[in-house]
Structure formats: structure tokens, C-alpha cells
């Protein structure tokens, strides 16, 4: 398993601000993501946040507006830059745990509920 | 990448057996089926994972028939705090799992 620590768990920021959301991981691990879920929704993945190079964006998000670090195999931030209101959302961080025969696993976070105002 | 259909929501009563069944027509020879749960204010939760026939932890049993179109996810005896929401998934890695809509489930008193 693998015990994943986000900060911070929520925050209340202004429109054109961005916000750092910290990603760290007891275990080194090879595949962390960064997941949002809009309120009453299901969750949608940003990213996969690769270790020593550009993170992987999936259609829809940008670099520019989601800027991705992955600096070693525990850690990760994602920012989100010149905030609107549709930003606000619960960003998740995830990573992938390979176990034995089985396919991998993902583990959470508790989540980042952000609100723009 | 696997579409994964489930219903949108389920209601029970504390100790009954709860089945939700997924569709995933389109499932491919390398992907696994995975089931998670997810708490308000919380992160997905894995539950339970398997590729064919039955697989049974100390949580949930999965049944997966032989053509794998389809899964249900077992939980017996259901208490209030299984009220959550179940997303079914489908994929060969985790970068290209896809969450459904997910099935809400509330159990009653």
C-alpha cells in the first residue's frame, strides 16, 4: 500500500491567483497522477507526473494552465494557475502500486477542495 | 480504452446483500476490472480487483463472467458506512483508466 499526504486539504482563493498543491508518498513510486473531481461529478485525469521529465497532460488540460513537478519518486506538486471560478474542484493526487500477479492499484489522497471566488 | 457502464444509483437496507453490476463490452484481452470507493471528502478506496470467474476478500466478492462483458461487485450484509459511491474500472495501466459515473449507493436504516 502506500499512504499519500496532500496539501493543503482545502483553500479559498481569489480569481487570476494560483495555488500549489503538494503530493507526498511514504513509498518511492514509479506512476503518480493528478485527478479533479467537480462537484457531484466523477473524477478526470489532468496528468501522469513522470520523474525527471515533462509531465503527460491529458486532452482538454495544458501545461501552462497546470503546471506539473515531479522532482524525485515521493513528491509532486500541481498548480493551478490564473484561477477562475470554474477551477474550483477537488484535486487529487494518486499513485500506482504494482502488486505481485495483479494489476496495479491506485491510492489516493484525501484531496485538495478548492474554491475561487 | 474500456467503457464501463453501472447504474447511476442503488438504494439497500443495512444487511442486505448489494450487487452492482458494469458493463464493459469493449474490454480488452490485458485489462483488469477494478472496483473503488469513494467517501465524500475523501479519495477513492480500492476494493477489489480481478480479471476472470470469481475473485473474494475480506470486503466484497467480484464475479466476472466468461465472455468478461460484465462485472458485479458483491457486498454483504451492507451497513450505513457503505454508503459511497462504487466506480467500476477497466484498463491494462493506470495511466489509462478511465472513471465512469460511478454508482451511488445509499443503504438505509
Known amino acids: 500500500s502506500a499512504v499519500i499526504s496532500q496539501k493543503p486539504s482545502r483553500d479559498i482563493c481569489q480569481r487570476g491567483t494560483s495555488l500549489t498543491i503538494q503530493c507526498q508518498v511514504d513509498s518511492q513510486v514509479t506512476m503518480m497522477f493528478w485527478y479533479r473531481q467537480q462537484p457531484g461529478q466523477s473524477l478526470t485525469l489532468i496528468a501522469t507526473?513522470?520523474?525527471?521529465?515533462?509531465?503527460?497532460?491529458e486532452s482538454g488540460f495544458v501545461i501552462d494552465k497546470f503546471p506539473i513537478s515531479r522532482p524525485n519518486l515521493t513528491f509532486s506538486t500541481l498548480t493551478v494557475s490564473n484561477m477562475s471560478p470554474e477551477d474550483s474542484s477537488i484535486y487529487l493526487c494518486s499513485v500506482e502500486v504494482l502488486t505481485g500477479t495483479l494489476n496495479e492499484k491506485l491510492f489516493f489522497g484525501s484531496g485538495t477542495q478548492l474554491s475561487v471566488l | 480504452l474500456a467503457k464501463t457502464t453501472q447504474p447511476i444509483s442503488m438504494d439497500s437496507y443495512e444487511g442486505q446483500e448489494v450487487n452492482i453490476t458494469c458493463s464493459h463490452n469493449n474490454i480488452a484481452t490485458n485489462d483488469y476490472i477494478t472496483w473503488y470507493q469513494q467517501f465524500p471528502s475523501q479519495g477513492p478506496r480500492f476494493i477489489i480487483q480481478?480479471?476472470?470467474t470469481k475473485v473474494t476478500n475480506e470486503v466484497a466478492s467480484l464475479f466476472i463472467p466468461a465472455d468478461r462483458k460484465s462485472s458485479t461487485l458483491s457486498l454483504p450484509r451492507v451497513s450505513l458506512s457503505d454508503t459511497a459511491v462504487y466506480y467500476c474500472l477497466v484498463g491494462e495501466v493506470a495511466d489509462k483508466l478511465i472513471f465512469g459515473t460511478g454508482t451511488r449507493l445509499q443503504v438505509f436504516p
Open positions: 507526473a513522470n520523474q525527471g521529465s515533462e509531465a503527460t497532460y
Open positions: 480481478g480479471y476472470k
